[in-house]
């Protein structure tokens, strides 16, 4: 059985995702997470919460990466796959939405944006072997969570073309973008 390779958390609470963090590194004792954030999000203090004291090697094992747009998690990205040392590691990924937007506005043709969005993720599915977990916004919490088991059931009314969903849509539709062309699971 294969672990899972892409995870949506759609808007996890912050002491659920320290939990789920604080456990990971527990069970896995050489496992580091990389925690790439574009919102200054990582829950420090909730963390902390649940770490004894005298626990300091959660903490070491723990990196936080910020990168404001997608041409820097690309960067990000490739240093973190390249890395042979890196076999045995988590990436988690909070505020894509913002790193997409900010390349929206950055970069003039929207197609770019689309394709470095998916040469991002290829190359995770292709080169990478641990697991990734993308967090989503709450506000498509209802819409993910109708489209877990049938990824075919796409919402096309929302592209801003009306013809091809996969790289016209609207920015809040990245997330479920994400989940229907490379997630494996939504938690």
């Known amino acids: 059985m294969r672990e899972t390779i892409l995870s949506l958390w759609i808007a996890p609470d912050t002491s659920k ?12 004792q050489d496992a580091i997470i990389y925690y790439i954030d574009s919102v200054n999000s990582f829950p420090l ?10 626990d300091n090697t959660i903490f070491e094992r723990i990196h936080i990466v910020t990168c404001l ?7 990000t990205i490739m240093k973190i796959t390249e890395d042979p040392r890196n076999n045995n590691c988590k990436i988690m990924i909070h505020g894509i939405d913002t790193m997409m937007n900010n390349s929206r ?6 197609d770019q944006v689309y394709s470095i969005l998916n040469n991002i993720l290829l190359q995770l599915r292709i080169n ?10 709450r506000l498509k919490k209802r ?6 088991n049938n990824k075919n059931n796409f919402n096309h009314n929302n592209n801003t073309s009306g ?4 790289h016209n849509m609207l920015m809040n539709d990245v997330i479920e973008y994400i ?3 490379y997630c494996d699971d939504v938690v």
Do not use: C, H, M, W
């Open 105 to 110: 506005i950055q970069i003039s043709n929207q």
């Open 17 to 28: 995702l320290a939990k789920s963090i604080y456990e990971y590194l527990k069970l896995k």
């Open 128 to 137: 990478y072997k641990g697991s990734l977990l993308i967090t989503g916004p």
């Open 179 to 181: 989940n229907r062309f």
């Open 45 to 54: 203090n909730e963390l902390r919460e649940i770490t004894s004291v005298n």
């Open 163 to 166: 013809n091809d969903g996969s």
């Open 143 to 148: 819409r993910i969570e109708r489209n877990k």
């Open 69 to 75: 747009d997608l041409v820097e998690l690309k960067r």
